[in-house]
């Protein structure tokens, strides 16, 4: 398999984790984290469930990675994410000094790139609009249910 293979595998890893956030009536979100190719953490948004503004898909991705390899720096992993990050998660994702991050869907609302102005982290490569499609239909069709 090549890197773009991977990419569009673990994406699809996040897409599921995104689809278990909307099963639970949470927004659909998910996350997970990669190190050689394989799962070391994942997440979907747990806000409502857990009671805690903290649970995003990414925040839980990171912790379960940082976890798994017991160091808070996570630069030889990759962040495979639904949506674009909001800026709390944002500060996350910077300060774990992740190699590489894939983004699906931009969100232009509350992303961080609507904050952030400046380079988000000169040593981390980022991609957007990983399966793009997919991860915007699921949110969409989440608050599509929720105007009802």
Known sequence: MDVLD???LFMSKA???AQMAFE???VPIGAVVTCNNKIIGKGYNQTERLKDITAHAEMLAI???SAHLGSKYLDECTLYVTIEPCVMCAGAIKNARFGKIVIGASEPKTGFSKFISEDFNSKTEMITGMLEDEARALMQNFFKAKRG
Do not use: I, N
């Open 63 to 65: 912790t379960a990675a």
């Open 24 to 26: 639970e009536d949470e």
């Open 6 to 8: 991977y990419d569009k």
């Open 15 to 17: 897409l599921d984790q």
